[in-house]
């Protein structure tokens, strides 16, 4: 069985509408979602972004299900990786691994955009961490967003000290 006529073949990237979203003055991105562009869902997600002068892309974070990678096209910004910045220009490219626990981000620090691609997992099961933030994501509780320090014991709440009923 084939797809339908609407799903294959190319697509101009300039032809999918541009998505934003800002949070304050530090964070802000705008991007096409490319691999939705036809509609559906994909088991991959690739976008064409582009990071302003002065913003973050997100919050400093790393995954354990979903993997991404990065793609530079035009422009330069800084990654910030664990504990090291580097400069991406345009030709570089970055992956990030599920499960490695390094954190990463984008800061542009430059004055002029900063164009890249992104490709990354879309896992159902998905958790993300944000170290700065002491913040744990998971997909899987409706995207339940929890603070790390709240920690409990594994037996927490389970009345050990009652006979089972």
Not at 121 to 144: C, F, M, Q, T, W
Request: contains cysteine; hydrophobic residues 35%; proline residues 7%.
């Amino acid at each position: 069985m084939t797809e339908p006529r609407e799903r294959r073949g190319p697509i101009a990237i300039d032809s999918v509408p541009w998505e934003e979203f800002s949070r304050g003055v530090r964070f802000g991105n705008r991007f096409r979602v490319l691999s939705s562009a036809r509609g559906g869902r994909n088991k991959i997600g690739v976008s064409y972004e582009e990071l302003p002068p002065g913003k973050q892309s997100v919050p400093f974070h790393y995954h354990l299900v979903e993997e991404e990678h990065i793609v530079a096209l035009e422009g330069e910004c800084t990654l910030r990786l664990g504990d090291a910045r580097y400069t991406l220009r345009a030709g570089d490219y970055v992956g990030f691994p599920a499960g490695e626990r390094v954190g990463h981000c984008l800061i542009n620090e430059t004055d002029a955009p900063f164009r890249f691609i992104m490709i990354g997992d879309h896992a159902d099961h998905e958790v993300a961490v944000y170290p700065d933030s002491n913040k744990v994501l998971i997909r899987g509780l409706d995207g339940a967003l929890l603070r790390d320090e709240n920690r409990l014991d594994y037996f927490d709440g389970e009345k050990a000290d009652e006979p089972p009923k």
